[in-house]
């Protein structure tokens, strides 16, 4: 029997996890900065632009020789789990060394990606704050010194905490200056620096979590064995399904009006070893995106009918077994069908694209100018309100990313274009895919394909 999921309720389904304290403190202050203070993304900004800084030469040193240490080790799964198997004060210690070396060496790759745009591009002011961040955050992780024991370990996690949480809205930062200069490099440029740059970001976050989550595990004798730090070991689809769907379905009803079901069926009890936070973010997107057809292919078509909108169907597998070249990996899948008309075939190029969206101009328009705009202005007012509620411990630890998806900041249904390359992103991220097949006219199925962890390698840097 599929399992029929009200979405006009909110869920509890996900049970928080229970994260570090220095990291919920961190995000309630998170929360409440995404929801209230997001400048760069609300308002017309009032600048002018000027040559970027130079770096001092103390840091172009620290640069040089952390940047040099090319290429970078891949990020190694095992290792990070590997500190929680079993957690004590000397995995701990390991953890912090791994974190004190691995995360200078990413940031300085970020910091000279940034570096290398073109110089016109460095000039604007989006892009030009988000490399000061990096410097400076680079500066303060290379200049560390040593932890040698748990009293200097709390203090450190605490700072690192506060660390990442300062890079809450770097991609819509980002995602903003790239807008803005759009005739200075070509599309296939801007999405390889954004690939690039997004991957890097989901490492260096991978492994600042981890040690953070690690660390209040053993501080609080945590006795849970589902989690080693932020890997779920019997991750739930349903039930984060029933979390997303239920914030989806308000955000839906407070932008267009109202808002589809969703059915769960298939296997829908599977479990499998994940990072709940990427999982959380890829669903939110592709939910995001079902809804929003569902609704405005019906309205279109049936504009008096909006109370009985066709269903979004979630269809679950158990995970499997595949063979890749000499390995035999394990892959849990779904299916997210929706009867929201599809996409049409001169769009269906350019979908995976940074930034390309139907979302039409008027909610960019309608958000700058502070009010009007078209349908999605008003998707604003939803986010920003379902934000400022929480969720749960992981969704606001890794802020902008899941917190209801990219657009946290601006709290939106669809319109900046980015949902599907960084659901595809986070993906493909540790081996798995996103594939979307649409039937033209009638609807869309999204394939989601991800990697069991308990033994996976990440090789993405
Ligand atoms: N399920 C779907 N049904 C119809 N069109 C879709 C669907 N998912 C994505 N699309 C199309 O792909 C575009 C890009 O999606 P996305 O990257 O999530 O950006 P956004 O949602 O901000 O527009 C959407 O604007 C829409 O035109
Ligand atoms: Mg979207």
Redesign the pocket.
């Known amino acids: 029997m599929p399992l029929l999921v009200s979405t006009t309720t909110t869920s509890t389904a996900h049970s928080p996890r229970s994260l570090a304290r220095i990291v919920k403190t961190a995000s309630s202050r998170a929360s409440l900065s995404s929801t209230c203070s997001s400048p760069p993304l609300t308002r017309r900004p009032q600048y002018s632009r000027h040559a970027p800084q130079p770096p001092s030469p103390e840091l172009s040193k620290l640069l040089a020789k952390y940047a040099s240490k090319t290429p970078l080790r891949p990020l190694n799964l095992q290792t990070l789990l590997s500190f929680g198997r079993p957690l004590t004060p000397e995995s701990i210690l390991a953890s912090v060394n791994y974190a004190l070396s691995e995360i200078p060496r990413r940031l300085a790759t970020r910091v000279r990606y940034l570096e290398a745009l073109p110089f016109i591009v460095g000039t604007n002011p989006y892009v030009a704050n988000t490399l000061d961040a990096y410097r400076e955050s680079f500066r303060w992780v290379a200049t560390h010194p040593p932890v040698t024991n748990l009293g200097e370990n709390a203090r450190f996690v605490e700072q690192l905490a506060d660390l990442v949480q300062s890079h809450t809205n770097d991609i819509p930062t980002m995602a903003k200056g790239f807008q803005e200069c759009s005739r200075y490099m070509s599309p296939t440029q801007i999405s390889n620096f954004l690939d690039g740059t997004i991957r890097n970001r989901i490492s260096v976050r991978l492994i600042a979590e981890q040690h953070i989550a690690l660390s209040q595990a053993l501080e609080n004798q945590d006795p849970d064995t589902s989690h080693i730090g932020i890997i779920n070991t019997r991750c739930s689809p349903k039930a984060m399904i029933q979390m997303c769907g239920s914030y989806v379905s308000e955000l839906c009803e407070a932008t267009l009006g109202a808002s589809p079901s969703i059915i769960i069926d298939g296997y829908r009890d599977a479990t499998f070893p994940y990072v709940p936070v990427h999982l959380e973010y890829i669903l939110t997107?592709i939910l995001?995106?079902?809804f929003r057809?569902t609704v405005d292919h019906h309205l279109k078509h049936h504009p008096s009918s909006l109370r009985s909108l066709p269903p979004v169907i979630l269809t679950l597998s158990p995970p499997t077994t595949m063979r890749e070249a000499a390995d035999q990996l394990r892959f849990f899948s779904l299916r997210i069908r929706?009867q929201?008309?599809?996409?049409s075939p001169t769009?269906m190029a350019r979908?995976f694209s940074y930034a390309?969206?139907?979302?039409g101009r008027g909610a960019e328009e309608g958000l700058d100018d502070g009010g009007g705009g078209g349908p999605y202005a008003a998707q604003y007012v939803g986010g920003s309100a379902a934000v400022g509620s929480g969720g749960s411990g992981e969704a606001n630890m890794f802020g902008e990313i899941t917190g209801k998806g990219l657009q946290t900041g601006l709290g939106t249904i669809?319109?900046?274009?980015?949902?599907?390359?960084m659901s595809q992103l986070y993906a493909k991220y540790f081996g798995g895919s996103l594939d979307?097949m649409s039937l033209e006219g009638w609807g869309?199925d999204?394939f989601l394909k991800l990697r069991c962890l308990d033994e996976a390698e990440d090789h993405s840097g």
């Not at 669809?414 to 390359?421: N, V």
Request: proline fraction near 4%.
């Open positions: 997107e995001k995106n079902a057809a929706d929201g008309g599809g996409v769009n979908i390309f969206t139907t979302a669809a319109g900046l274009g980015y949902g599907l390359p979307l869309t999204v």
